[in-house]
């Protein structure tokens, strides 16, 4: 009998919670298992064909994960990744800034005042002894350290000049405003690239499985569906990103299995296994929530598949008219 290999990616700490509920589309029926503390499960013993899956978390209020999922008849576990961001669970507060302990110098002060209090009812021509005196010496200097210690806890030094402040404000704007401009065309050049040598691997692959025409275009326009949405956020495009290289995987699988005893020969072709590493690193790496992020993750995907990219991007647009 078939079965489920559910792998949870991202956020480890919500692993020991988790619930997931697999129904039978045909029967109706439910199972609910808990995965490990890796976030792993295998639900064995299954029949083939189309389950709803939901994965659930006490913490939130909608489903980490809830979609369609197709368990394959074969001897090998069918894959799913479940990509956990850690954004769900995280309610950064506003930052804490303590409050200034004045109770040393509280202290300070009363102790100085009671220090010198002996000596209030002192009358005119009354003789002062060494020893009154050196209270007093002792009282003033103890309180004039507390003084000079609350303006330095209190008090900010020298003046503010609004003027510069104004300025380095200014400065400081144009600067973000250029960083942000020219990263997010970075990343979006950087995106380009990265579909442009998917969609070549893809069809490459399709070429060696000589897939069938429906399967083609349900592939390709799956690939095209990322390419439309480059604009995008980094949080929206690499959650779609890492349930398009599950999808992949599906997919590929499936071809394979459609090969019969040519399966092994199909999959280790080039272009399979790039597509195979590229589809895996998505779906491994999950949704991230930021640009740097997204772009390291392009990085591991050039150092899986070898080599520079921009060549075959270039080459694979150029052939239809230029790179747009």
Do not use: C
Request: hydrophobic fraction near 35%; glycine fraction near 6%.
């Amino acid at each position: 009998m078939p079965s489920f290999s559910f792998k949870m990616r991202g956020f480890a700490a919500a692993n020991r919670d988790v619930k997931f509920e697999l129904v039978e589309e045909s029967t109706g029926t439910k199972i609910e298992r808990k995965p490990f503390r890796d976030g792993s499960l295998t639900v064995r013993d299954l029949n083939p064909g189309f389950y709803q899956l939901k994965v659930i978390h006490p913490n939130l209020i909608n489903p980490i994960d809830q979609r369609r999922i197709r368990l394959y008849p074969q001897k090998q576990p069918t894959v799913v990744h479940i990509p956990v961001p850690e954004d769900l669970f995280k309610d950064s507060p506003l930052r804490d800034i303590p409050d200034v302990d004045l109770t040393p110098i509280q202290q300070a002060a009363t102790k100085s005042a009671e220090m010198v209090k002996p000596l209030s009812p002192k009358a005119p021509g009354e003789v002062i002894r060494s020893n009154d005196w050196n209270m007093l010496v002792d009282a003033v200097s103890d309180l004039s350290n507390a003084v000079l210690e609350l303006t330095n806890l209190v008090s900010p030094r020298g003046h503010d000049h609004p003027e510069i402040a104004e300025k380095i404000a200014e400065v400081q704007g144009n600067l973000i405003r250029f960083s942000e401009a020219y990263g997010k065309s970075l990343l979006e050049l950087q995106r380009e690239i990265e579909m442009a040598n998917l969609k070549k691997n893809v069809e490459d692959t399709l070429d060696a499985a000589e897939a069938s025409n429906e399967v083609r275009e349900r592939v390709i326009n799956r690939v095209k569906e990322m390419e439309e949405i480059s604009q995008t956020n980094t949080i929206l495009f690499t959650q779609k990103l890492a349930s398009t290289g599950s999808f992949l995987l599906a997919q590929v699988n499936e071809m394979a299995v459609a090969k019969g005893d040519q399966a092994d020969a199909f999959i280790s072709k080039e272009a399979v296994q790039k597509t195979m590493q590229m589809a895996n690193l998505y779906a491994e790496t999950g949704p991230v929530v930021n640009a740097e992020q997204e772009i390291n993750t392009y990085r591991k995907s050039s150092a899986a598949t070898g080599g520079s990219k921009f060549t075959g991007a270039v080459g694979n647009t150029t052939s239809k008219g230029g790179i747009k």
